[in-house]
């Protein structure tokens, strides 16, 4: 009998969760955020998939909504503009040369970058998680 309580808690626990979860993914709290797949796709050329390493892309980025900021190790780039939606938040930015777009599933965590230049672009996925 105990073990058929803890199972029933188990399977109840995510559903309960659930609102907390996606309250973390809503811009109202800071972010790190871990690519954990690169694709590069040069223009002309077939796209390759690898790690954010084989792009020189970090390993880590902070997401600091209060400054409007996506801090990396190296640099920090202003966040020009954030929409949120019932689904997701969309960033999008310039650094460099690139225009870039950071998508987080408010749900879940989970996250897109795409970082464009005329000759090509480049398309992350990985996860975030509250600081």
């Known amino acids: 009998m105990h073990r058929l309580t803890a199972l029933s ?4 626990l995510p559903a309960t969760l659930a609102p907390v979860w996606a309250g973390d993914f809503d811009g109202s709290k800071n972010l790190i955020c871990a690519p954990v797949q690169a694709t ?7 796209c390759v998939a690898g790690t954010p390493d084989d792009i020189a892309f970090p390993a880590f980025i902070r997401i600091d909504f209060v400054n409007k900021a996506v801090i990396g190790p190296e640099r920090t780039t202003a966040i020009r503009h954030l929409e949120k939606s019932d689904t997701q938040l969309l960033l999008q ?14 749900e879940s965590g989970k996250m897109a970058i795409t970082l464009a230049h005329g000759g090509g672009a480049f398309v992350l996925f990985g996860s975030c998680t509250p600081l």
């Open 9 to 12: 808690l188990a399977a109840l």
């Open 40 to 46: 590069d796709c040069p223009m002309g050329t077939e």
């Open 93 to 106: 930015g310039t650094e460099e040369q690139f225009g870039w777009t950071l998508a987080v599933v408010q």
